[in-house]
T-cell receptor, first 112, second 114 residues
Framework: SQTIHQWPATLVQPVGSPLSLECTVEGTSNPNLYWYRQAAGRGLQLLFYSVGIGQISSEVPQNLSASRPQDRQFILSSKKLLLSDSGFYLC???????????FGPGTRLTVL | SQQGEEDPQALSIQEGENATMNCSYKTSINNLQWYRQNSGRGLVHLILIRSNEREKHSGRLRVTLDTSKKSSSLLITASRAADTASYFCATDVVGSGNTGKLIFGQGTTLQVKP
């Protein structure tokens, strides 16, 4: 069966520090991968998606970047965090375009 | 503005009652999906309804889709305290190609009181 992992689960970082969040998927190959951010009490904002290794599309201009170094690995990064980067970050995968997405447990990021 | 907008934003009912949540969207879709999120957790897929379908059932869930009104509703029958969560609609918009991108609404927070 397929599983999706995200780590860390929680993270507190000072403004200006770097960021690396990792997401890995098991039990499937060539998935579409997604990074979302969720502000408190709000819906999901799509940040990046990837349809293959090395293929990254950005949905909104921001202080973050994403990479997909392996088929089932998706990394969200920042060189210098801003206060506005705080939020709940969710990684998801799907096998079929437009089909259901499977979400990881999320990372709660607090930038102080 | 958001493709999907849900109402109400918050809903509080007693156990055993039915809960209805609505979702409206703006552009043509291939399908519409409903997800559930427990506090502080990831989202869980509940049901997918295609643009050529009008109604779909899964257990205590009933979803309707009216493409002429660009709206959908999620009905949870005989609610339980464990149904307490946030519920989101998400649309697969026509023209998204092989990206699989979904556009999520802001969600409805449901509280079921025991």
């Amino acid at each position: 069966s397929q599983t999706i992992h995200q780590w860390p689960a929680t993270l507190v970082q000072p403004v200006g520090s770097p960021l690396s969040l990792e997401c890995t998927v098991e039990g499937t190959s060539n998935p579409n991968l997604y990074w979302y951010r969720q502000a408190a009490g709000r819906g999901l904002q799509l940040l990046f998606y990837s349809v293959g290794i090395g293929q990254i599309s950005s949905e909104v201009p921001q202080n973050l970047s994403a990479s997909r170094p392996q088929d089932r690995q998706f990394i969200l990064s920042s060189k210098k965090l801003l206060l506005s980067d705080s939020g709940f970050y969710l990684c998801a995968w799907s096998q079929l375009a437009g089909g259901e997405q499977f979400f990881g447990p999320g990372t709660r990021l607090t930038v102080l | 503005s958001q493709q999907g907008e849900e109402d109400p934003q918050a809903l509080s009912i007693q156990e055993g009652e039915n809960a209805t949540m609505n979702c409206s969207y703006k552009t043509s879709i291939n399908n519409l999906q409903w997800y559930r999120q427990n506090s502080g957790r990831g989202l869980v897929h509940l049901i997918l309804i295609r643009s050529n379908e009008r109604e779909k059932h899964s257990g205590r869930l009933r979803v309707t889709l009216d493409t002429s009104k660009k709206s959908s509703s999620l009905l949870i029958t005989a609610s339980r305290a464990a149904d307490t969560a946030s519920y989101f609609c998400a649309t697969d918009v026509v023209g998204s190609g092989n990206t699989g991108k979904l556009i999520f609404g802001q969600g409805t927070t449901l509280q079921v009181k025991p």
